[in-house]
């Protein structure tokens, strides 16, 4: 059975300092991998996806993520912070080719400081 | 862009009656809408898959007679909690798939979820 597995459940940086979370997935073949940005109260929009090709995939608001197999992870990244970035992200993966049952890590809630 | 509505954002009841959230794809037909159910400060977790015109596929642990779905149009899926109870108070978050031929296929949209408390 896929697991997504996010090690941080939080965690706090300065304003204008960089960012990365980290996404370990296990899966039998590689997923579609997803980023997602959660606000409270709110639902989720995506951050960006790999589905091929290119292992470092640009997103909105100034994040990417790097696709490795040989760790099977998808650690997301940016590099200088705003505050608006506070917020929980998740990381979810997806079988190949479907977007169905997409399984969700437990999340990361991210703060930032001024 | 995909654009997922949900209605109500919020809802509050009593205990035992019965309460219907709905979801729908505002610019697009969305034959697979999923169900989602998050509590507070954990992960979504998968309730059930809603096509179109057939019977929602529920995951395991999820009580089907409790929580009724219904996908009766293309842009449509509506998912009733049945005789609600405190426990059943939660975040509920619904996605539609993106139809296919388009550039998104394989992206599931998320609406902004409705939060329900049984009082």
């Known amino acids: 059975a896929q697991s997504v597995t996010q090690p941080d459940i939080h965690i706090t940086v300065s304003e204008g300092a960089s960012l990365e979370l980290r996404c370990n997935y296990s899966?039998?073949?590689?997923?579609?991998l997803f980023w997602y940005v959660q606000s409270p109260g709110q639902g989720l929009q995506l951050l960006l996806k790999?589905?091929?090709?290119?292992?470092l995939v640009q997103g909105i608001k100034g994040f990417e993520a790097e696709f490795k197999r040989s760790q099977s992870s998808f650690n997301l990244r940016k590099p200088s912070v705003h505050w608006s970035d506070a917020a929980e992200y998740f990381c979810?993966?997806?079988?190949?080719?479907?977007?169905?049952?997409?399984?969700f890590g437990s999340g990361t809630q991210l703060t930032v400081l001024p | 862009g995909a654009v997922v509505s949900q209605h109500p954002s919020w809802v509050i009841c009593k205990s035992g009656t019965s309460v219907k959230i709905e979801c729908r794809s505002l610019?697009?037909?969305?034959?697979?809408m999923f169900w989602y159910r998050q509590f507070p400060k954990q992960s979504l977790m998968l309730m059930a898959t809603?096509?179109?015109?057939?019977?929602?596929?529920?995951e395991q642990g999820v009580e089907k007679d409790k929580f009724l779905i219904n996908h009766a149009s293309l842009t449509l899926s509506t998912l009733t909690v049945t005789s609600a109870h405190p426990e059943d108070s939660s975040f509920y978050i619904c996605?539609?798939?993106?139809?296919?031929?388009?550039?998104?296929?394989?992206?599931?949209?998320f609406g902004p979820g409705t939060r329900l408390t049984v009082l």
């Open positions: 979810a993966v997806g079988p190949p080719s479907s977007a169905r049952q997409l399984t």
């Open positions: 809603s096509n179109e015109g057939s019977k929602a596929t529920y």
């Open positions: 996605s539609a798939r993106a139809p296919r031929g388009g550039h998104s296929y394989n992206e599931q949209f």
């Open positions: 790999y589905f091929s090709g290119d292992t």
């Open positions: 899966y039998g073949a590689t997923p579609y």
């Open positions: 610019d697009f037909q969305a034959t697979t």
